[in-house]
């Protein structure tokens, strides 16, 4: 299934901002946004990892590995995700067929972006500002990373509340939504297929990408 998938520049820098985000930044600014504190003690947290001397280690990675998926599944609304990917189809899937799908494209994105990495070498993220909703309901909080070669990326995490946190439901690299990448091409497979088909090759996806 490879219509699922991102240019790899693009693909390249969302790695960085769903497992580094802003974790390069200094230490918390004064009357940061409870979005903003969620994002950055996850970030901090999988930064951790990375930092660990058992994290270079084959033999000692995996459980590192694991607290490393641990923080993205919950500083990430997968199910939202899900939802907002497929769109207004999303209300013809039952209960068990969107379970099914959030859990199957969680782990597409996770072996997807986790996968990669390995391929940090110190780029630079820089928190620029944070926007919120009239209600509050909404925060988009705004970084640029600096890639080696020096190109500046704008990364924007949308983020909502939810169970007594902040999650993010979509991320915006140079401005494309991955919401809307993946809805795309979702819709594309939907159009010949069902809601089992499109499970069914997510899953596939995600095997292949693991292997």
């Known amino acids: 299934m490879n219509c699922i998938a991102l240019p790899r ?3 390249l820098a969302l790695c960085l901002a769903l497992l580094l985000g802003l974790a390069a930044l200094p230490v918390l600014a004064a009357g940061a946004s409870p979005a903003r504190q969620a994002l950055e003690t996850a970030t901090n947290r999988i930064l951790a990892c990375i930092k660990n001397p058992d994290y270079v280690n084959p033999a ?3 459980p590192l590995r694991q607290q490393i998926e641990d923080e993205v599944l919950h500083i990430f ?9 497929v769109g207004a189809r999303w209300r013809t899937f039952n209960p068990d067929q969107q379970k099914r799908f959030s859990d199957a494209f969680a782990d597409l994105l ?5 996968g990669k990495i390995d391929g940090y070498n110190g780029e630079q993220v820089v928190y620029t500002g944070e926007v ?8 988009e909080v705004r970084s640029v990373i600096t890639m080696k070669d020096g190109k500046k990326v704008p990364v924007a995490y949308r983020m909502l509340p939810k169970e007594g946190g902040w ?3 979509d991320v915006l690299i140079e401005n494309i939504s991955l919401v809307k990448n993946y809805r795309t091409q979702f819709q594309d497979i939907l159009n010949s297929g069902s809601p089992d088909q499109l499970i069914a090759r997510v899953r596939a996806k ?3 990408v693991r292997q």
């Open 167 to 169: 999650r993010v439901y």
């Open 77 to 85: 609304d997968f199910r939202e995700f899900s939802s907002r990917t």
């Open 206 to 208: 995600a095997q292949e």
């Open 132 to 139: 919120s909703s009239p209600a509050g309901d909404r925060t």
């Open 60 to 62: 000692t990675r995996a």
């Open 110 to 114: 996770i072996s997807t972006y986790v």
């Open 9 to 11: 520049r693009i693909a």
